[in-house]
């Protein structure tokens, strides 16, 4: 064995034994380095013939090449592997909790107003709005309430001291104040919803003081029952996502409409359960703003929002909408939704 | 109102289904709120006879009876003294559930012997609270009858709802009319009789008009009160009446039947004679409930010698009563104002079937045939002699025409329906029609208060051929404008910017205590409820803070320890709509987060909710200027007012220690209140963004620390070092601040100078630096801290 076989036979035994990039580049120096065993056999070959400086040159440049390539190689796997073992001690445990972000919620009652503006908003109604103190002329009076209307009366409405102009305050007992509002200062057409609080002194388990309602009106020229028909399902269907509700128009009485209906919904194949009153707006009521009722007509419609709101989330206890437990608005209450 | 369907069908022909009949009460707006069979937890149990009573071999008090059940003979343990041969009784056999103790029958062995059901008592069934031995059933009755059926107990009892226009269907004849106009049957007449009277009234009347428009009565003589026969019994028991004797159920029946309320005076306990009129105030009424009533003016009374006898149209009173030792009455049927006897009656707060029914409206034209009738049945049933009728006054009753064009039908109904359909309906219904040729003209019937124009005629004529037959036709034009003006729908996004800060939204009561609503200004007396529902909420909030602070409590007091609540509501200053303001107010109090293995926790303070409300004006595109301190109810120190010019549109800061102490809240509690409508709407028209130049150049990022004296504010040395150079562009922030002693604080600031068109030099850097320390030394005396 010459002792070029001998040399490359240590090297590559000494890569296979070698185990850290340290190591690697010992065994490069000693024999690819300035002083290394090969390096030092090229220099050797100046002091040889022509005709075996060439033989002897080729064979030492093709034994360097052999060495330079295996050592490249064992230095991949090498990195390779100390990248591994690396990657290995950075473990982290990554089923822990991460850094909680506060997260607040929006009130069930205020998701349900912004689905039913944005559904009615669909069908060409604007917002209206008018005060939570209203005078009895807005609250009751316009609305062709009967002097003596129970809901006149003191168990249901919530007055307060009159005005400086002698008019009896109330807190409005319903947001059909805001039909009025509307039709004494706006031309028709008109087609409006009007969400808000409403009052009335009542407190147990399926009454509140303070509730919320959201009023339709529509006033124009043609608008007849049959689009008061098809508004309603539309906006139950869409509301309650549910393309085939089967909804109950059936005669009631209010004294702001007529003719009036309340409407119930076919709910989970069970039963009829009303959620809303509607029906053409009363000539009288239209008189009282000084529009003429052989030349308009329309319908209005007002419906309960948290009524709404418990049946399409499956909240029980009406009290607890007005009971701000953290508790409950967690686990009732929406992520605020992004808007345009 | 309640009826049995044998009560309707005495006056309605109909065929229909008891299904198709509720369908119909429904559609008509007569709706359905229950029905109920009495007999059906009895239906399994029928009649048997007992063929044969042997005694037990094992037990003395028991039998073995062998039964015949109509179709075969079964033999039954009985324990009950009275079976006997030949008896007939009521079965139960295996499998059906007694009604009594709700448990399901089985076979059993009673000593030995076996026994393959049960014979009845009333009391097991629910029949009788209390019963000795097993029924004894009627010979008559067919073995392997239905008991229930031998009974006559499958009569369902229907419960609807009515509205307050119409009092006409108080009664069974009313709502038959109803469903007769549907075309499901036909309505009988009323009874009518024509009684003979056989001497004069002995009462004279003195009647008061205004209390009273109409009011006819007479004497009954020589009768006898005492139980009423069986059949009127049983008709009212179905309706869940107490029978009390034949002269008041008589009343009660035809107040149920036809509508008609009526009264019946112990004629002989009357005191000289009968006045109709109006009460004095402090007048004493002792009522047929027993009570004593003092009167305010104003209520229509019948009265007496001795004083007020009678509540008109509400309650009779106790000193003339009957009772089975009446042998006269005076029978009284009248027509009483609605309006009159709807205030007296919440006055009083008496709840009556006949106040329920003049209130709504009592048929004025069946004042006297209702006499009449009702005087007739109380001498078929008690006996005696009539008097002649006594009668004062006049029904109040015209007959209006009402123009009505049947198109309208089509125009605000929705649905076409031929003319002739539409004048059958209104005839059914009692209008009366004159036809010419431009249309109709309607009379509506006496017992219609409700009906004065023409949408009343279309909702007739609709309600009776079913709104579902309406058509509905897609509603919603495509919307030209967006549903929310940007003043309204700024509310709503605020609303979302505050939940994406992290706080949660709650929804509190308008009203609070005055009490409590002293420390926020308190509430003006314009503002406080005449009628409170409690004093805790007896007035309108000035603020809503109050709200906000019970419901930390509350929340504390269930553990919570991170509280970040927020309400977008109405506040109120005075009663007129301009005193109402929309408020954005929030609060925090505790932790603003948990311990967690990453993070510390550690408590809110007034810095995060500064960064809120400055979230909210970043949204709403403004910048308002803060001055030190707010109002009363925050820390004076440590609080801060937004304004725009002179228009306050905010506070922030820490609650007042006093507050908190009110409120029982612990721990520093900070709190925001933003006037929402005041914050002024953005006059951009467009909502492009302005031009951004990217710069190429290196930024250049610079620390500086300044010893500046305690008061002077980070935004005031903030402002001096943006105005050391103002071509260039600088962003700050502030990294560290610190009290030096001696009146001192350190303040310092990263600065990032952004190059605008060639990168900057050493020395350019040196110059902007120097010029930064330059403008701080002139304008707030601070000092680049070595």
Same mark, same amino acid.
């Given at each position: 064995?010459?002792?070029?076989?001998?040399?490359?036979?240590?090297?590559?035994?000494?890569?296979?034994?070698?185990?850290?990039?340290?190591?690697?580049?010992?065994?490069?120096?000693?024999?690819?380095?300035?002083?290394?065993?090969?390096?030092?056999?090229?220099?050797?070959? &100046?002091?040889?013939?022509?005709?075996?400086?060439?033989?002897?040159?080729?064979?030492?440049?093709?034994?360097?090449?052999?060495?330079?390539?295996?050592?490249?190689?064992?230095?991949?796997?090498?990195?390779?592997?100390?990248?591994?073992?690396?990657?290995?001690?950075?473990?982290?445990?990554?089923?822990?909790?991460?850094?909680?972000?506060?997260?607040?919620?929006?009130?069930?009652?205020?998701?349900?107003?912004?689905?039913?503006?944005?559904?009615?908003?669909?069908?060409?109604?604007?917002?209206?709005?008018?005060?939570?103190?209203?005078?009895?002329?807005?609250?009751?009076?316009?609305?062709?309430?009967?002097?003596?209307?129970?809901?006149?009366?003191?168990?249901?409405?919530?007055?307060?001291?009159?005005?400086?102009?002698?008019?009896?305050?109330?807190?409005?007992?319903?947001?059909?104040? #805001?039909?009025?509002?509307?039709?004494?200062?706006?031309?028709?057409?008109?087609?409006?919803?009007?969400? &808000?609080?409403?009052?009335?002194?009542?407190?147990?388990?399926?009454?509140?003081?303070?509730?919320?309602?959201?009023?339709?009106?529509?006033?124009?020229?043609?608008?007849?029952?049959?689009?008061?028909?098809?508004?309603?399902?539309?906006?139950?269907?869409?509301? *309650?996502?549910?393309?085939?509700?089967?909804?109950? *128009?059936?005669? &009631?009485?209010?004294?702001?409409?007529?003719?009036?209906?309340?409407?119930?919904?076919?709910?989970?194949?069970?039963?009829?359960?009303?959620?809303?009153?509607?029906?053409? #707006?009363?000539?009288?009521?239209?008189?009282?703003?000084?529009?003429?009722?052989?030349?308009?007509?329309?319908?209005?419609?007002?419906?309960?929002?948290?009524?709404?709101?418990?049946?399409?989330?499956?909240?029980?206890?009406?009290?607890?909408? *007005?009971?701000?437990?953290?508790?409950?608005?967690?686990?009732? &209450? *929406?992520?605020?939704?992004?808007?345009? | 109102?309640?009826?049995?369907?044998?009560?309707?069908?005495?006056?309605?022909?109909?065929?229909?289904?008891?299904?198709?009949?509720?369908?119909?009460?429904?559609?008509?707006?007569?709706?359905? $709120?229950?029905?109920?069979?009495?007999?059906?937890?009895?239906?399994?149990?029928?009649?048997?006879?007992?063929?044969?009573?042997?005694?037990?071999?094992?037990?003395?008090?028991?039998?073995?009876?062998?039964?015949?059940?109509?179709?075969?003979?079964?033999?039954?343990?009985?324990?009950?003294?009275?079976?006997?041969?030949?008896?007939?009784? =009521?079965?139960?056999?295996?499998?059906?559930?007694?009604?009594?103790?709700?448990?399901?029958?089985?076979?059993?062995?009673?000593?030995?012997?076996?026994?393959?059901?049960?014979?009845?008592?009333?009391?097991?069934?629910?029949?009788?609270?209390?019963?000795?031995?097993?029924?004894? /059933?009627?010979?008559?009755?067919?073995?392997?009858?239905?008991?229930?059926?031998?009974? !006559?107990?499958?009569?369902?009892?229907?419960?609807?709802?009515?509205?307050? +226009?119409?009092?006409?269907?108080?009664?069974?004849?009313?709502?038959?009319?109803?469903?007769?106009?549907?075309?499901?049957?036909?309505?009988?007449?009323?009874?009518?009789?024509? =009684?003979?009277?056989?001497?004069?009234?002995?009462?004279?009347?003195?009647?008061?008009?205004?209390?009273?428009?109409?009011?006819?009565?007479?004497?009954?003589?020589?009768?006898?009160?005492?139980?009423?026969?069986?059949?009127?019994?049983?008709?009212?028991?179905?309706?869940?009446?107490?029978?009390?004797?034949?002269?008041?159920?008589?009343?009660?029946?035809?107040?149920?039947?036809?509508?008609?309320?009526?009264? =019946?005076?112990?004629?002989?306990?009357?005191?000289?004679?009968?006045?109709?009129?109006?009460?004095?105030?402090?007048?004493?009424?002792?009522?047929?409930?027993?009570?004593?009533?003092?009167? @305010?003016?104003?209520? %229509?009374?019948?009265?007496?010698?001795?004083?007020?006898?009678?509540?008109?149209?509400?309650?009779?009173?106790? @000193?003339?009563?009957? $009772?089975?030792?009446?042998?006269?009455?005076?029978?009284?049927?009248?027509?009483?104002?609605?309006?009159? %006897?709807?205030?007296?009656?919440?006055? =009083?707060?008496?709840?009556?079937?006949?106040?329920?029914?003049?209130?709504?409206?009592?048929?004025?034209?069946?004042?006297?045939?209702?006499?009449?009738?009702?005087?007739?049945?109380?001498?078929?049933?008690?006996?005696?002699?009539?008097?002649?009728?006594?009668?004062?006054?006049?029904?109040?009753?015209?007959?209006?025409?009402?123009?009505?064009?049947?198109?309208?039908?089509?125009?605000?109904?929705?649905?076409?329906?031929?003319?002739?359909?539409?004048?059958?309906?209104?005839?059914?219904?009692?209008?009366?029609?004159?036809? $010419?040729?431009?249309?109709?003209?309607?009379?509506?019937?006496?017992?219609?208060?409700?009906?004065?124009?023409?949408?009343?005629?279309?909702?007739?004529?609709?309600?009776?051929?079913?709104?579902?037959?309406?058509?509905?036709?897609?509603?919603?034009?495509?919307?030209?404008?967006?549903?929310?003006?940007?003043?309204?729908?700024?509310?709503?996004?605020?609303?979302?910017?505050?939940?994406?800060?992290?706080?949660?939204?709650?929804?509190?009561?308008?009203?609070?205590?005055?009490?409590?609503?002293?420390?926020?200004?308190?509430?003006?007396?314009?503002?406080?409820?005449?009628?409170?529902?409690?004093?805790?909420? +007896?007035?309108?909030?000035?603020?809503?803070?109050?709200?906000?602070?019970?419901?930390?409590?509350? +929340?504390?007091?269930?553990?919570?320890?991170?509280?970040?609540?927020?309400?977008?509501?109405?506040?109120?200053?005075?009663?007129?709509?301009?005193?109402?303001?929309?408020?954005?107010?929030?609060?925090?109090?505790?932790?603003?987060?948990? +311990?967690?293995?990453? !993070?510390?926790?550690?408590?809110?303070?007034?810095?995060? /909710?500064?960064?809120?409300?400055?979230?909210?004006?970043?949204?709403?595109?403004?910048?308002?200027?803060?001055?030190?301190?707010?109002?009363?109810?925050?820390?004076?120190?440590?609080?801060?007012?937004?304004?725009?010019?002179?228009?306050?549109?905010?506070?922030?800061?820490?609650?007042?220690?006093?507050?908190?102490?009110?409120?029982?809240?612990?721990?520093? %509690?900070?709190?925001?209140?933003?006037?929402?409508?005041?914050?002024?709407?953005?006059?951009?028209?467009?909502?492009?963004?302005?031009?951004?130049?990217?710069?190429?150049?290196?930024?250049? $990022?610079?620390?500086?620390?300044?010893? /500046?004296?305690?008061?002077?504010?980070?935004?005031?040395?903030?402002?001096?070092?943006?105005?050391?150079?103002?071509?260039?562009?600088?962003?700050? @922030?502030?990294?560290?601040?610190?009290?030096?002693?001696?009146?001192?604080?350190?303040?310092?600031?990263?600065?990032?100078?952004?190059?605008?068109?060639?990168?900057?030099?050493?020395?350019?850097?040196?110059?902007?630096?120097?010029?930064?320390? @330059?403008?701080?030394?002139?304008? /707030?005396?601070?000092?680049?801290?070595?």
């Amino acid at each position: 064995m010459n002792q070029m076989e001998q040399l490359k036979r240590t090297f590559l035994k000494g890569l296979e034994e070698v185990s850290t990039l340290q190591g690697l580049e010992d065994l490069r120096v000693r024999a690819l380095g300035k002083k290394g065993d090969l390096t030092l056999l090229m220099k050797d070959l &100046g002091q040889k013939t022509p005709e075996e400086r060439r033989t002897l040159g080729a064979e030492l440049n093709a034994l360097k090449d052999v060495l330079t390539i295996a050592l490249e190689e064992r230095k991949e796997i090498l990195e390779e592997d100390g990248l591994k073992e690396r990657l290995v001690s950075e473990t982290l445990d990554v089923t822990l909790p991460p850094r909680p972000r506060a997260t607040g919620n929006i009130h069930p009652l205020s998701h349900v107003m912004d689905q039913a503006i944005h559904i009615f908003g669909q069908m060409g109604f604007v917002v209206a709005e008018g005060p939570d103190i209203e005078e009895d002329f807005y609250n009751f009076t316009a609305l062709n309430f009967p002097p003596d209307h129970p809901a006149r009366q003191e168990q249901d409405t919530f007055y307060l001291p009159s005005s400086s102009t002698g008019q009896p305050l109330v807190l409005r007992t319903h947001t059909s104040p #805001v039909q009025i509002r509307t039709m004494l200062k706006t031309q028709p057409p008109i087609r409006i919803i009007a969400p &808000g609080r409403t009052y009335r002194s009542d407190y147990d388990a399926t009454h509140t003081p303070m509730f919320h309602q959201i009023e339709g009106l529509v006033i124009d020229k043609h608008t007849h029952m049959g689009h008061l028909k098809g508004c309603l399902e539309e906006f139950c269907r869409l509301f *309650f996502e549910d393309p085939s509700l089967k909804l109950r *128009f059936r005669p &009631g009485y209010f004294p702001f409409t007529e003719p009036s209906a309340e409407v119930d919904i076919w709910w989970k194949g069970s039963s009829w359960l009303e959620i809303l009153g509607c029906g053409m #707006v009363h000539p009288n009521v239209l008189r009282n703003c000084d529009i003429d009722p052989t030349e308009y007509q329309g319908f209005a419609f007002g419906m309960g929002l948290e009524r709404i709101a418990m049946l399409k989330y499956g909240i029980e206890d009406l009290r607890l909408f *007005f009971e701000s437990d953290l508790r409950w608005l967690n686990h009732y &209450g *929406f992520a605020p939704e992004a808007r345009e | 109102m309640r009826f049995t369907l044998s009560w309707l069908k005495e006056h309605l022909d109909t065929k229909a289904s008891l299904e198709e009949i509720s369908e119909k009460l429904t559609s008509l707006g007569l709706v359905v $709120d229950k029905i109920k069979n009495p007999g059906e937890a009895l239906a399994p149990f029928t009649v048997c006879e007992i063929i044969e009573a042997e005694k037990h071999p094992n037990a003395d008090r028991l039998q073995v009876c062998k039964v015949q059940t109509g179709n075969e003979i079964i033999q039954v343990v009985c324990g009950a003294k009275n079976a006997r041969k030949g008896l007939k009784a =009521v079965l139960a056999r295996p499998g059906h559930i007694i009604p009594s103790t709700q448990q399901v029958l089985k076979v059993g062995k009673v000593r030995d012997v076996e026994s393959f059901g049960m014979l009845c008592s009333n009391e097991e069934l629910l029949l009788e609270e209390t019963s000795e031995g097993i029924i004894e /059933v009627d010979p008559k009755a067919p073995i392997g009858k239905s008991y229930a059926e031998w009974l !006559e107990l499958n009569d369902p009892l229907i419960e609807i709802e009515v509205t307050p +226009n119409r009092g006409d269907c108080l009664s069974v004849h009313g709502v038959a009319r109803d469903l007769a106009a549907t075309g499901i049957g036909t309505l009988k007449p009323l009874k009518t009789a024509k =009684v003979s009277s056989t001497f004069p009234c002995p009462l004279s009347l003195k009647i008061d008009l205004e209390a009273c428009p109409y009011f006819t009565g007479r004497v009954i003589r020589g009768l006898k009160n005492g139980p009423s026969p069986e059949w009127l019994q049983k008709k009212l028991r179905s309706i869940g009446l107490r029978p009390i004797s034949a002269l008041v159920d008589i009343t009660n029946f035809f107040t149920y039947d036809g509508g008609r309320p009526l009264h =019946v005076f112990d004629a002989d306990k009357i005191k000289g004679n009968l006045s109709v009129r109006l009460s004095k105030t402090g007048e004493i009424f002792k009522a047929l409930d027993e009570k004593t009533y003092t009167l @305010s003016d104003e209520m %229509t009374v019948i009265a007496d010698d001795s004083g007020v006898i009678s509540l008109a149209g509400i309650m009779g009173g106790e @000193s003339t009563g009957c $009772d089975e030792t009446t042998q006269t009455v005076f029978l009284e049927s009248a027509f009483f104002d609605p309006i009159h %006897t709807s205030i007296t009656g919440r006055a =009083v707060n008496i709840i009556s079937d006949s106040r329920h029914r003049f209130e709504r409206g009592v048929d004025p034209l069946s004042t006297l045939p209702g006499l009449e009738a009702a005087t007739q049945m109380i001498l078929d049933i008690c006996g005696g002699e009539a008097s002649q009728i006594l009668a004062e006054g006049q029904p109040p009753y015209e007959e209006v025409e009402i123009p009505f064009f049947t198109i309208r039908l089509e125009t605000l109904g929705g649905l076409a329906v031929d003319p002739m359909e539409a004048e059958k309906i209104l005839n059914s219904l009692g209008f009366k029609l004159i036809e $010419d040729e431009n249309g109709y003209s309607i009379i509506p019937p006496s017992w219609r208060f409700d009906i004065t124009q023409e949408a009343d005629l279309v909702e007739e004529i609709l309600r009776v051929k079913g709104y579902d037959k309406i058509p509905s036709v897609p509603y919603g034009e495509r919307p030209e404008q967006k549903p929310l003006a940007p003043a309204q729908e700024r509310r709503f996004a605020i609303r979302d910017r505050l939940a994406s800060q992290g706080m949660t939204e709650v929804i509190t009561w308008s009203f609070m205590s005055k009490e409590e609503a002293k420390l926020f200004g308190g509430i003006d007396k314009h503002l406080v409820l005449i009628n409170p529902l409690s004093q805790d909420l +007896n007035g309108m909030r000035p603020s809503l803070l109050p709200n906000l602070l019970k419901a930390t409590l509350q +929340n504390q007091n269930r553990a919570a320890e991170t509280i970040a609540l927020f309400e977008v509501g109405p506040q109120y200053a005075n009663p007129t709509p301009e005193g109402q303001s929309l408020m954005a107010t929030g609060l925090r109090c505790g932790l603003f987060n948990q +311990n967690t293995w990453c !993070e510390k926790k550690r408590p809110v303070d007034i810095y995060d /909710v500064k960064a809120d409300v400055l979230a909210l004006f970043e949204l709403v595109g403004l910048s308002p200027q803060i001055e030190a301190n707010g109002p009363s109810w925050y820390h004076p120190g440590r609080s801060g007012t937004f304004k725009f010019g002179p228009q306050i549109v905010g506070y922030f800061g820490e609650l007042h220690p006093r507050v908190l102490k009110a409120f029982d809240v612990k721990g520093p %509690t900070l709190a925001f209140e933003i006037f929402i409508d005041r914050l002024p709407l953005s006059k951009k028209k467009t909502t492009a963004k302005p031009k951004l130049e990217l710069s190429p150049y290196q930024v250049v $990022d610079r620390d500086f620390a300044f010893v /500046v004296n305690q008061n002077v504010s980070a935004d005031t040395l903030i402002k001096a070092v943006v105005k050391a150079e103002p071509s260039l562009k600088m962003s700050l @922030s502030i990294f560290d601040v610190f009290a030096m002693g001696d009146g001192k604080k350190s303040i310092a600031l990263r600065i990032r100078i952004h190059p605008k068109d060639h990168t900057l030099t050493e020395d350019e850097i040196q110059m902007i630096s120097q010029k930064i320390i @330059s403008s701080v030394e002139k304008n /707030v005396g601070g000092v680049l801290r070595q």
